[in-house]
């Protein structure tokens, strides 16, 4: 469970306030795990998967963070699907 806040964190600074709407996460880590596996680096990948798993929507809570620091939903959740289907691919 620690890797996930460092990873939460990458994933926020490319999912901020300017991008609003929310993450499908299983869109989002279908798409990140694809592109992967065909050899994309991790930023790219983060940053089309996130691109294209976007909606317009505020259908998100905000969940607290071990730090006390909060963070959306469904960053969260796309996160989690990610590592259960791709964990190679998660640093």
């Known amino acids: 469970m620690k890797k996930l806040f460092p990873i939460v964190a990458s ?3 490319f999912a901020t ?3 609003a709407g929310t993450i499908l996460p299983h869109l989002y880590a279908k798409t990140f795990c694809e592109l992967r596996s ?3 680096d991790d930023e790219s990948a983060r940053r089309t998967a996130i691109r294209q ?3 317009s929507s505020d259908e998100w809570t905000m969940v607290r963070r071990t730090d006390g620091t909060f963070v959306q939903s469904d ?3 796309a996160v989690n699907a ?3 289907r791709c964990p190679e691919y998660m640093k």
């Open 38 to 40: 065909v050899g994309i």
């Open 75 to 77: 960053i969260v959740l």
């Open 53 to 55: 798993s976007m909606i």
């Open 11 to 13: 994933f926020v600074a």
């Open 82 to 84: 990610t590592f259960q």
């Open 17 to 19: 306030p300017a991008h």
